[in-house]
């Protein structure tokens, strides 16, 4: 869940957007008459004159969710979320419009807000931005919807240049840096998609201090094609890969060595099993049943005597 916030200074041009949109559809209005679009506009501007002052008295504020949560999002739950938003965001006193757009693939609501509360006082928009970002986040997770990653929010086949080729430098990265040990199998990966990589010392000494990326005549240090994509973040997860590996050489052998030894067993039972008694001792040639038996008789006979003294 992401908003999108946008101040302006006039009610209708705003409000006709949000309700003459295709299929959109009004799901919820609070302090204002619902008879037709001129009453609602009437409605808020009645209020916004309540402290004429006041330049940009129009929130516009979009809520956009995940398609993979298409199924869970119905018209009152996204009433009731956006609801939740307001009041954590300082606009549960003062009239608002929410209605449900479905001109994208991801399900969205639009709202539109009077900045001018039901007292006549002005709705602080201070650090609104962060707070709303850290809201979306909160409710996102309280409610389990689907976080997306930025990029995954931008329709690629739109993009201009130089921001088509940094989506191709991140989606190379994002299939290369798994495969890769260090920098220079990073290097050899990136070269078959066009990529150069530049890794950037700090001054005179040899200490990297940042990487650069180019394609296309285009450059773009690391941090700028995705946070993911820092020198350090990069490091980072090549180190992970060349300790797993190294991990997994360790291991092959002892694995190899115990399946070994255990076919060898499988092996000898199976043998032993097919050729019957073949190896069970036999008597020697010099085996005599009747010298045993009178070793036996002699030593009975000495039993005897020991417990008479």
């Not at 009645?46 to 002052?53: A, C, G």
């Not at 199924?71 to 549960?92: C, N, P, R, S």
């Not at 798994?178 to 001054?203: A, F, H, M, Y």
């Amino acid at each position: 869940m992401i908003a999108n916030i946008v101040q302006g200074r006039g009610f209708r041009g705003v409000v006709n957007y949000v309700l003459d949109k295709h299929n959109a559809q009004l799901l919820y209005a609070e302090g204002v008459r619902t008879k037709d679009k001129d009453s609602i506009i009437q409605s808020f501007v009645t209020q916004s004159k309540m402290n004429p002052k006041i330049a940009r008295p129009v929130a516009h504020i979009s809520l956009d969710f995940s398609a993979q949560n298409k199924t869970k999002l119905t018209d009152g739950f996204m009433v009731g979320i956006a609801q939740e938003y307001l009041k954590k965001m300082g606009y549960e006193n003062t009239q608002y419009i929410i209605a449900r757009h479905h001109d994208t693939d991801h399900p969205h609501i639009h709202m539109v807000i009077n900045r001018i509360d039901n007292d006549g006082k002005r709705i602080s928009d201070q650090n609104e931005k962060l707070r709303s970002t850290k809201v979306c986040m909160e409710l996102t997770k309280k409610y389990g919807l689907y976080i997306a990653s930025g990029k995954e929010n931008v329709k690629e086949h739109r993009l201009k240049e130089p921001d088509k080729t940094k989506y191709e430098i991140y989606h190379a990265l994002q299939s290369a840096i798994p495969k890769c040990r260090n920098w220079q199998q990073l290097q050899t990966e990136l070269q078959k998609s066009g990529i150069t990589v530049d890794l950037r010392k700090n001054g005179s000494t040899e200490q990297i201090q940042g990487v650069r990326f180019e394609k296309n005549g285009y450059g773009f240090n690391g941090s700028k094609v995705d946070r993911s994509c820092s020198y350090s973040k990069i490091s980072f997860q090549l180190q992970q890969n060349d300790r797993q590996q190294q991990t997994d050489l360790h291991q092959q052998p002892q694995t190899f060595g115990q399946d070994r030894s255990s076919g060898l067993s499988s092996m000898v039972e199976s043998v032993a099993s097919s050729l019957g008694g073949l190896f069970d001792i036999q008597p020697s040639s010099g085996y005599d049943e009747n010298e045993i038996e009178a070793k036996k008789q002699e030593a009975k006979k000495k039993k005897k005597r020991g417990r008479r003294i």
